[in-house]
């Protein structure tokens, strides 16, 4: 079973910038074959989708959101996932979470919904103050 472990979480100011970690284990397929997400989920709110990247291409997608100032990047060496967040605001405090599915590269980019992702970390807080 995929193992994700999130890291690097913490108390920041707004406008300041955070580097989130997943490190990734116990692939069943091959690592190529993973969609890789980051999502939030904020107290009383759904969980919401932030970046996905798929490992064979490397492509990268983002909600409107977070886009121009968050980047989703891979070290396929140590099989770890980065989610870079500058410009960070207060309406990105939450709990971040790390995600894996095996599927398509079309998948990837087409399904970035919370309930298609198998696998998931335990979560590391992220609060902005204003």
């Known amino acids: 079973q995929v193992q994700l472990v999130e890291s690097g979480g913490g108390s920041v100011q707004a406008g300041g910038s955070l580097r989130l970690s997943c490190a990734a284990s116990?692939?069943?397929?091959?690592?190529?074959?993973?969609?890789m997400g980051w999502f939030r989920q904020a107290p009383g709110k759904e969980r919401e989708w932030v970046a996905s990247?798929?490992?064979?291409?490397?492509?990268?997608y983002y909600a409107d959101s977070v886009k121009g100032r968050f980047t989703m990047s891979q070290d396929n060496v140590k099989d770890t996932l980065y989610l870079q967040m500058n410009s960070l605001k207060p309406e990105d405090t939450a709990m971040y979470y790390c995600?894996?599915?095996?599927?398509?590269?079309?998948?990837?980019?087409?399904?970035?919904?919370?309930?298609?992702?198998?696998?998931w970390g335990q979560g590391t807080q992220v609060t902005v103050s204003s």
């Open positions: 995600a894996a599915d095996p599927r398509t590269m079309r998948s990837c980019s087409a399904y970035p919904d919370p309930e298609r992702f198998a696998y």
């Open positions: 116990q692939f069943t397929y091959s690592y190529s074959m993973y969609c």
């Open positions: 990247i798929y490992i064979g291409s490397g492509s990268t």
